[in-house]
């Protein structure tokens, strides 16, 4: 069968700029997939979440989507952090993708995960490691390659707080994470994810934890640490005001133009539209993640 959408040799700029916003951005959070090729994603500086699904063509429920009907950082944050696409493989930027070639996508990832599921348990002896409420599971190895099933992201540091898996797979997730999940499926529209108290696993789709246990567990954390709920994960929080959107704090990276220094602005808005008429040939300047420098590029 052919596709419907054209195939594209050359990335087009737009798509390049949202895939590098991609793979920078760390207020994307994976809070429900529908399927193997819908998903759910909530944005930090955003109230309703957005929904992706892959196809010929692949479609978002935002307005960068609506207004370009080309891909979005939501769709290339799919791609490319979900599937593990590379960048410069030219199925990263077609505008959709056939039957045969979603079917490798899906493939490729089912036997990273196999892989990544068949990892040996902490302690030498696995034989009594069982899948019962009563009795909580053992943890996992967390190995530095391996990502969060929520954020994506690898976890290539130590000091960020992580929780596990209780009841089912022993597999970790960011605490941060964890927390937006819950607040996700506590006010979502759709049915009570949140069976008898007990919080589904993003990963194996067992039994997490329950609420009690996970909010008490979260308490013990800010106690140990003296810290605030949204300083349990990597992301950071500045207390200003980007002057596109107006959003306040900016989570998330914070950017300065450099050749207009009053002009500072969060992620979203780096690749929007007034951004790129007025400021698309200048240079900018990032304020990474816990570290109180500009890089420039």
């Known amino acids: 069968m052919s596709k419907i959408t054209e195939w594209r ?37 955003k109230s309703k979440p957005f929904e992706v699904r892959l196809g010929d063509p692949h479609k978002c429920t935002c307005k960068c989507y609506i207004i370009t009907t080309d891909l979005c950082v939501h769709i290339c944050w799919i791609i490319l952090k979900k599937f593990q696409i590379y960048w410069a493989d030219a199925i990263s930027f077609q505008k959709g993708m056939s039957n045969q070639e979603l079917r490798s ?12 599921s068949q990892r040996r348990l902490t302690a030498e002896d696995d034989s009594d490691f069982v899948y019962t409420l009563s009795r909580p599971v053992r943890k996992r190895f967390r190995k530095i390659e391996d990502s969060c099933p929520i954020c994506l992201d690898a976890y290539s540091r130590n000091d960020i707080a992580v929780v596990y ?4 797979c022993g597999n970790a997730v960011h605490a941060r994470c964890i927390w937006m999940l819950l607040k996700h499926q506590e006010t979502g529209s759709e049915e009570n994810t ?14 997490f934890n329950t609420v009690i246990a996970l909010k008490l567990e979260f308490r013990q954390m800010l106690a140990k640490t003296k810290m605030k709920i949204s300083d349990i994960s990597v992301i950071p929080i500045h207390d200003v005001s980007c002057c596109f959107c107006k959003t306040k704090p900016v989570r998330g990276n914070l950017y300065r133009c450099l050749d207009c220094c009053s002009i500072l602005l969060c992620a979203i808005c780096l690749s929007s539209e007034d951004f790129r008429i007025y400021h698309g040939s200048h240079n900018y300047a990032i304020k990474q993640v816990r570290v109180n420098v500009l890089c420039f590029y």
């Open 9 to 45: 040799r050359m990335c087009p700029k737009i798509v390049r700029k949202n895939q590098i916003l991609a793979m920078e951005i760390d207020t994307l959070f994976l809070v429900r997939q529908n399927g193997p090729l819908a998903f759910v994603v909530q944005d930090l500086n």
């Open 105 to 116: 996508c899906i493939s490729g990832r089912e036997k990273k995960c196999k892989k990544q």
């Open 165 to 168: 898996c209780k009841y089912s």
């Open 194 to 207: 949140i069976d008898n108290n007990m919080l589904k696993c993003p990963l194996c789709r067992g039994n």
